[in-house]
Structures are given as structure tokens and as C-alpha cells.
């Protein structure tokens, strides 16, 4: 169902952003395990619960997260590259960004870590739309640079997003929490998608 409404092709797709990056991406794993899937990040994830963790790969079947451990429990980039990784597996998944586990995030010029050659999708979390953006948005200094706004609206957020052009698609997620602005902003967007990972819905595409 995610699948098709966020068009995921054979090869690599990055997920970045924030408001459920690992949610989206284990969803996606979930719904493609008919299919030889890795898992992993191009930053740092916790293991995903589930999944089978391993630091090298020679042959997949099913679904695996591939990392490298690091402090706090986490892993970090594997130690095979990307382009490795993907002569192995049918789609492999890479979590390409950090957040603070805020809900909206504006990126520094260095950032996100995006594999080359990845297709990219940009979560945002709802539930951060019309709040002041120091208590929701990460990097937010970075973020009223970028549209001159105190307040996450819809407008100053599509307008954040489509100045760094990052994604080609972007998932609007936690739509339950604020539906009216969820879809406010998936109009002002090109290919989003306005969802509830928590419930497992969709609510429209655009």
C-alpha cells in the first residue's frame, strides 16, 4: 500500500526529513519482503526490532539490516558501500538523515547523506505544522533563514522544502494529528503523500 502510493522502484530509495524516518522505512521492508530487501543508513540507526542485524552481507533472502555497531547501542554506515550492497538485494532501503526526534527539520549545506544514485523521500511530521518553529523544527535557525518564518505553517514549510529541493516525493506523516494543515501542505507540494504510520493509513496523494 505505501509502497505504491510512494511509487518505490527496484534500486535504492533514501529516506530523509524527520516525523517517522525509521517508521516508514520499516514499513516499506515489511511490505516488500516478498522481495530481497537490505536495510541500513547512511548516518546512524538503532537496530530495527524484527529484523535480523548483520555487519557484512554475502547473500540475502528476505529482509536484512546491514550496519556497522557504534556508541549508544546504534550502527552506523556499513562497512560494504552502497553500491555493493545493491548488486545483493531487489530494494535497499537507506535511513539518510538525523532529527533530534523532531517532527520538522531544515538541513545544513552538508547535509542530508544521500547515497549517489538513490531516489529520495522527505518525511515530515504533521504534528510540527503551526507551532513556533524553535520548539519543532531542528536546525531551525536554518529553517528561518530559508523563509524568513517564526511559525512552521504550511506555507513556510513547503516553501523550506522546495528552496532545498531534496526529494522528488514527500510523505506527509502524523496526518492524524493535523490533518487540515497535512493536506494544506501536500497541496503546495509536488508527489506527496498525506499518512498515519501509527494507524496505517493514507489519506490522499497529490
Known sequence: MFVEALSIR????????????????????????????????????????????????????????VGTPCENGKLTVPEQSFSELLTLCDYLL????????????????HEPCIPEGADVICV??????????????????????????????????ALALKTENLAQTFFINQADAHEDAALELARLLPHAVVASLQKGEILCSF
Open 124 to 157: 515530515v511530521g504533521a504534528s510540527g505544522l503551526d507551532h513556533p518553529i524553535e520548539q519543532v523544527v531542528h536546525r531551525h535557525e536554518r529553517f528561518f533563514t530559508l523563509t524568513d518564518s517564526q511559525t512552521a505553517s504550511p506555507q513556510a514549510v
Open 94 to 109: 537507506v535511513e539518510a538523515d538525523g532529527s533530534k526526534h523532531l517532527p520538522l527539520k531544515a538541513h545544513l549545506t
Open 10 to 65: 527496484p534500486g535504492m530509495t533514501a529516506i530523509i526529513g524527520s516525523g517517522g524516518k525509521t517508521s516508514l522505512m520499516l514499513r516499506l521492508a515489511r511490505e516488500l519482503s516478498h522481495a530481497r530487501v537490505i536495510v541500513t543508513t547512511s548516518t546512524h540507526i538503532f537496530p530495527p526490532e524484527g529484523l535480523p542485524v548483520v555487519q557484512r552481507v554475502e547473500h540475502v533472502d528476505g529482509c536484512v539490516c
